[in-house]
């Protein structure tokens, strides 16, 4: 099994440019997220959906959209990038966490640089 | 404002040495988990603790959970350079109608031969 994928590990977009972060996952997880991770802040939650067609907002979800039309996608989109964007992205997958102890898989992250 | 603070933020030592790490709220957790993440990686699970009051080890890792589930503690015993890596924890709280992960800043070790 690949877990979770992500895709592109690194990119540099100018200010006002758009882009897709993808993320798929091959252990059927129904629960999918997306963090980002700025130094010293740790994780913080953009979005995150509890199953195909279900998404909602994290802590942190201004200047993001998602969409979640299969179990196994989850691509987060960034449509007029800004400086404040710069960070690393995660996506994971749980089972869900209605039992306490499930872990949440983590994809290797994107690292995003907007100039 | 976190809602979980860690502390310290950073920590340098000695091979051999021992080390705790403090992971406190204000907040109630149903559950609590404490990941490892290394450069270019995600996070990976150590554990997860769910009773207050509950202990667990993990080879040189003692993990602890407080017993109003409000605080937890990772312990490392004779550390090795192995062990270095930032050390998170991150607790479930039910919001929205669901449970939600929210994550510490995180402890960055690092384990000196």
């Known amino acids: 099994n690949a877990g979770v994928t992500q895709t592109p590990k690194f990119r540099i977009l100018k200010i006002g440019q758009s882009m897709t972060l993808q993320c798929t996952q091959d252990?059927?997880?129904?629960?999918m997220y997306w963090y980002r991770q700025d130094p010293g802040m740790g994780l913080k939650l953009i979005y995150y959906s509890v199953g195909a067609g279900i998404t909602d907002k994290g802590e942190v979800p201004n200047g993001y959209n998602v969409s979640r039309s299969t179990t196994e996608d989850f691509p987060l989109r960034l449509e007029l990038a800004a400086p404040s964007q710069t960070s690393v992205y995660f996506c994971?997958?749980?089972?869900?966490?209605?039992?306490?102890?499930?872990?949440?898989?983590f994809g290797n992250g994107t690292r995003l640089t907007v100039t | 404002t976190q809602l979980l603070e860690q502390s310290p933020q950073f920590l340098s030592i000695q091979e051999g040495e021992n080390l705790t790490v403090y992971c406190n709220s204000s907040?109630?957790?149903?559950?609590l988990q404490w990941y490892r993440q290394e450069p270019g990686e995600g996070p990976v699970l150590l554990v997860t603790v769910v009773t207050g009051g509950e202990v667990k080890k993990l080879k040189r890792l003692t993990f602890q959970f407080g017993d109003a589930r409000k605080d937890s503690s990772l312990h490392i015993t004779a550390a090795q350079p192995g062990d270095t890596g930032l050390y998170l924890c991150a607790g479930t709280l039910f919001s929205g109608g669901y449970n939600k992960l929210i994550f510490g800043a995180g402890t960055r070790l690092a384990v000196h031969p």
């Open positions: 994971a997958s749980s089972y869900g966490l209605r039992q306490n102890n499930s872990p949440l898989h």
């Open positions: 252990m059927n997880h129904n629960y």
């Open positions: 907040s109630v957790f149903s559950s």
